[in-house]
């Protein structure tokens, strides 16, 4: 069965600091990846989708980066984190299915709090 | 996204009664619709899909309606349970990868 880790749970960071975030998949191949961030009590953003490696698109511009090093791995960061970073950062996966259904499977997310 | 800024709406459902939770979808060559669970601190999870060409899909204790004429899509769960509080958004889906689009999200919550 496919699970995705996603890591650290937790983690707080001063405004100017680097961050790394990072997202693993196992028991797929060749899935599409996902950022999304949620700030509290808000919707879902997504920041950055991959359908493969070092295939990268952005979809909201500011001081995040994402990279796909591995099939499986997806990793966001930024060199300088800024105050509007702190958020609740999900991690999904998708395989599209024969039908054309591109059914996202989540991670537990990474809470950022940014000081 | 234009619906990420927004604070969530909030529906309030006794516990027992049946809950309805509306979603409107922007774009009328979406073929795959999704309901998705938030409980607080966790990452969304999956409840029920359905597509283009149905209207109805029933599953445990939910039902998902969709009028592609008026681009709405709902989800009911019948006899509420405080297990059902959480946030659910409604996702939809217009080619294979392309990434969902979800809506704003409700916050549900249970009254026992």
């Known amino acids: 069965s496919q699970t995705i880790h996603q890591w650290p749970a937790t983690l707080v960071q001063p405004v100017g600091s680097p961050l790394s975030l990072e997202c693993t998949v196992e028991?797929?191949?060749?899935?599409?990846l996902y950022w999304y961030r949620q700030a509290a009590g808000r919707g879902l953003q997504l920041l950055f989708y991959?359908?493969?490696?070092?295939?990268i698109s952005s979809e909201v511009p500011q001081n995040l980066s994402a990279s796909r090093p591995q099939d499986r791995q997806f990793i966001l960061s930024s060199k300088k984190l800024l105050l509007s970073d702190s958020g609740f950062y999900l991690c999904?996966?998708?395989?599209?299915?024969?039908?054309?259904?591109?059914?996202?499977?989540f991670g537990a997310g990474s809470r950022l709090t940014v000081l | 996204g234009e619906n990420v800024g927004l604070h969530l709406p909030t529906l309030s459902v006794q516990e027992g009664d049946n809950s309805i939770i509306n979603c409107a979808y922007s774009?009328?060559?979406?073929?795959?619709f999704i309901w998705y669970k938030q409980e607080s601190g966790k990452g969304p999870q999956f409840i029920i899909d359905?597509?283009?060409?149905?209207d109805k899909r029933q599953g445990q204790r939910v039902t998902v309606l969709l009028n592609k004429t008026v681009k709405h899509l709902s989800l009911q769960i019948a006899a509420t349970q405080p297990g059902d509080s959480a946030v659910y958004f409604c996702?939809?889906?217009?080619?294979?990868?392309?990434?969902?689009?979800f809506g704003k999200g409700t916050r549900l919550s249970v009254i026992a």
């Open positions: 999904a996966w998708s395989v599209v299915r024969g039908s054309g259904a591109n059914v996202l499977t």
């Open positions: 028991g797929t191949s060749n899935p599409n």
């Open positions: 991959s359908v493969g490696i070092g295939q």
């Open positions: 774009n009328s060559a979406s073929d795959y």
């Open positions: 359905i597509r283009s060409n149905m």
């Open positions: 996702a939809e889906s217009f080619s294979g990868n392309t990434p969902l689009v």
